[in-house]
């Protein structure tokens, strides 16, 4: 199958319906396979998922320059999202940073390391409580204005930093955690987004591996895996957890699918302002992950998979 697109927020953005998150192909899940995930960037595209996440943080810098080397010429088949937002010494994140000049310095990394005259979409990775957000949106309008950038995102916002920004240039996407296992948007940032016509990216759609059944135990990770040291993993957290995304496990075996799927078709089902981003550096499970695009789930699942995880 191919993916379909869908539209974020009010300048033209499309995107596919599904992205593909790129931090786990440099960092926090185990050893990388260059080969592998380059092999993977390769085959999203062949299948239409072309939304392609990723940040001068992850790795850091490595990972932007493993999709710059990727790509090649397939460059204008993808849509590149990338994040600034931090000082980064000794390849360590020491803080935050978006102030105008360092916005503009880490912008020029980005289009360095990513083999590109322009960004698709930028977002401020964290918002910056010694910047004010009115500062930070107005140098990424100066960027989009001269061709360097093309939308303006946010991730992780809350509803006043949004709003102010959305003022001075108007957002395209607000990238947050998002899924059935994770719904605290849903009361106020939801509602917002779709009063300002902005659209919601998801990354974890698949809560962190535990809506795909195949999560395990803090202690059974390698050391470099950042869920080793992560409580959601450890003891009566990881059985809590566990139990929560029973009933999405069930559904998935009742419908000869997979529990990911189920988890991201209902995110699809959410509203077509909402594009997941679920990660991985594995043709397989790409494929899918894709593959639930096609999943129609009727008023009545969606019902269940509603209440049981609210």
Known sequence: MTLSTRKLGSEGLEVSAMGLGCMGMSQSYGPANEAESIATLHRAIE?????????????????????????GAKRHQVVIATKFGFDIENGRNVGTNSHPAHIRQAVEGSLRRLKTDYIDLLYQHRIDREVPIEDVAGTVSQLVREGKVKFFGLSEAGGANIKRAHAVHPVSALQSEYSLWERNLEAEIIPLLRELKIGLVAFSPLGRG???????????????????????????????????????????????????????????????????????????YLEDNIASAAMKLDEAQMKILDEALD
Do not use: S
Request: charged share 30%; hydrophobic share 35%.
């Open 210 to 284: 535990f809506l795909t059944g195949e999560v395990k135990r803090a202690e059974d990770y390698p050391e470099d895996d950042f869920r080793r040291n992560d409580p959601r993993y450890q003891g009566a957290n990881y059985d809590a957890n566990r139990q929560a995304a029973q009933i999405v496990h069930e559904m998935a075996k009742a419908i000869n699918a997979k529990p990911g799927q189920i988890a991201l078709a209902w995110l699809l089902h959410k509203g077509d302002d909402i594009v997941p981003i679920p990660g991985t550096k594995r043709r397989p």
């Open 47 to 71: 299948l239409g998922c072309t939304f392609l996440d990723t940040a001068e943080v992850y790795g850091p810098f490595t990972n932007e320059d493993l999709i710059g080397r990727a790509l």
